[in-house]
């Protein structure tokens, strides 16, 4: 069974940096397109950045100039490098990949940014 984990979230203060992985597990497949999204108390899930293999990318207006998503060395790892991160992206953030046509999601990070 193919698996996405999530790991890096924690606590940082407004203007503080984060790095998030996400790793996969039980897939010799190609996962693409991969990104993250997240979902913020009370609010629906919304997107923040999503990759093709093409390159060709997809950030939130809200995260553009901020975030950046890489790819690891390992087949389908990813990260999402935050910087001056606001309160207001204060979310779970979900890793997400398609795979044979199949949307998968990780179990989800907290990230929250303090004031």
């Known amino acids: 069974q193919v698996q996405l984990v999530e790991s890096g979230g924690g606590l940082v203060q407004t203007g503080g940096s984060l790095r998030l992985s996400c790793v996969s597990s039980?897939?010799?497949?190609?996962?693409?397109?991969m990104g993250w999204y997240r979902q913020a108390p009370g609010k629906e899930r919304e997107l923040v950045v999503t990759?093709?293999?093409?390159?060709?990318?997809q950030y939130a207006d809200a995260v553009k100039g901020r975030f950046t998503m890489s790819r690891g060395n390992a087949l389908n790892t990813r990260y999402l490098q935050m910087n001056d991160l606001k309160p207001e992206d204060t979310a779970v953030y979900y890793c997400?990949?398609?795979?044979?046509?199949?949307?998968?999601w990780g179990q989800g990070t907290l990230v929250t940014v303090s004031a």
């Open positions: 997400w990949g398609r795979i044979l046509g199949r949307d998968l």
């Open positions: 039980g897939s010799r497949h190609v996962i693409d397109p």
């Open positions: 990759r093709q293999s093409t390159g060709v990318t």
